[in-house]
């Protein structure tokens, strides 16, 4: 029994890993953005970005945790050295995302605290350091995640809660289920993909089982479930906030399209709003800046011993130096457009030569991959190809 509930427990911490990883400041500030631009035609934004995320993360989880062995590692023995230079990109992918995510630890000090961003910025991810240091050996990383990723869903729900029954469900789903979809639509699909699971994000939880050794065909239907699982709280929680914003804005609430998410937070929570809010931006920038850190560090750590033997202060400078970016630059458009594009197309390459591994006995051994995995996983790498040229020729 005590092994099948430690079994559990590092299954569940790929999952809020992952969930963790993509539910960020970034994601909390585009949702309440794009609700306000398209209202009820989000909703099918949404899902569809679900769709595509579930086909992508099923076959990167089975298929890494099968040949039990992380993306780059797998990449290298399809082109030589080639998923080296991936874990490069998906290093500075991992800094140009905390720096973002160390911005958002800034807002949430600030809107707590009422003091500069950039201050704010630097005190809490301090503090953060200093209680890391002290207990690392104590508080495991599932533990700290999932009370973290807690907070976050509890706070979205209450505010849910709260605009529940202003939500115009009836048009939602019409608008859902009849789409009405134009270039717009599309570029915000190719957006929400990138910034949902593009980049680190899509492997955080399969390196997190091969990590804690959930590896082989033994776990193949639990790794799967636990796949859908991540993407279904990533997926609920963005319906969650969307339905929030989208239930004040058609209850004729007054949102200031420069402050939308405080505006909304102190019409739900009254007095209270600004707390509520820095609380959930404090909790969704720490979880992402950890995840980052973690899985940057899954994908560096083999390629020397050095590294792999001091990774612990290699990964506490990479976060360093995402603030110190941020203390000069500050969270500038560029940022924004790199990290997006740096993502958009880790994704691809990487799901491209998974696949390819999945056919490869000297890399999966005996395993055969299920047929309607492998055509769902070809339609979902099809789709985020197309959605990463439209996003960079946006973009650029």
């Known amino acids: 029994m005590n092994e099948r509930r430690l079994e559990r427990n590092k299954i569940f911490s790929a999952v809020f890993l992952m969930a963790s990883a993509s539910i960020g400041p970034l994601f909390l500030m585009s949702t309440a953005d794009l609700t306000i631009q398209f209202y009820e035609r989000l909703a099918f934004v949404i899902i569809i970005t679900g769709i595509i995320e579930l086909g992508i993360q099923m076959n990167i989880w089975r298929i890494l945790t099968v040949a039990k062995t992380p993306a780059h590692l797998v990449i290298n023995k399809i082109i030589p050295n080639f998923g080296t230079f991936m874990s490069v990109v998906v290093l500075l992918g991992g800094i140009a995302f905390n720096i973002i995510n160390i911005s958002g630890l800034g807002i949430g000090i600030s809107l707590l605290f009422n003091v500069d961003i950039k201050l704010g910025a630097s005190i809490?991810?301090?503090?953060?350091?200093?209680?890391?240091?002290?207990?690392?050996?104590?508080?495991?990383?599932?533990?700290?995640?999932g009370v973290m990723l807690s907070f976050i869903i509890a706070i979205i729900l209450l505010a849910y809660a709260f605009t529940a029954t202003d939500v115009p469900y009836d048009v939602t789903l019409a608008k859902t289920v009849l789409p009405m979809i134009d270039y717009d639509i599309v570029t915000t699909i190719a957006m929400m993909v990138a910034l949902s699971i593009g980049g680190y994000i899509s492997f955080a939880g399969a390196h997190r089982l091969i990590d804690v050794e959930i590896t082989g065909e033994k776990y193949k239907t639990a790794v799967t479930r636990s796949a859908v699982y991540s993407v279904i709280i990533v997926t609920v929680t963005r319906l969650l906030l969307f339905f929030t914003i989208l239930g004040l804005s058609r209850s004729n609430v007054i949102l200031f399209k420069d402050n939308l998410l405080e505006s909304a937070f102190s019409e739900v929570f009254g007095g209270l709003g600004s707390y509520a809010l820095g609380i959930l931006f404090i909790c969704a920038s720490l979880t992402s800046i950890v995840s980052v850190a973690y899985t940057t560090g899954t994908f560096i750590k083999s390629v020397n011993d050095i590294i792999k033997k001091y990774i612990d202060v290699v990964l506490l400078m990479l976060v360093l130096t995402s603030w110190f970016i941020f203390l000069l630059k500050g969270e500038e458009?560029?940022?924004?457009?790199?990290?997006?594009?740096?993502?958009?197309?880790?994704?691809?390459?990487?799901?491209?030569?998974?696949?390819?591994?999945?056919?490869?006995?000297?890399?999966?051994?005996?395993?055969?991959h299920p047929l309607w995995l492998s055509i769902y996983g070809v339609l979902s790498l099809a789709v985020s190809f197309i959605l990463v040229f439209i996003l960079i020729y946006e973009l650029l």
């Not at 809490?124 to 995640?145: K, V």
């Open 124 to 145: 809490g991810l301090m503090i953060a350091i200093l209680f890391y240091l002290l207990n690392r050996n104590r508080i495991t990383l599932e533990t700290f995640i």
């Open 333 to 368: 458009v560029v940022l924004l457009q790199i990290t997006t594009i740096l993502n958009g197309l880790i994704l691809p390459v990487i799901l491209g030569g998974i696949l390819h591994a999945s056919r490869r006995s000297d890399i999966v051994g005996h395993y055969r």
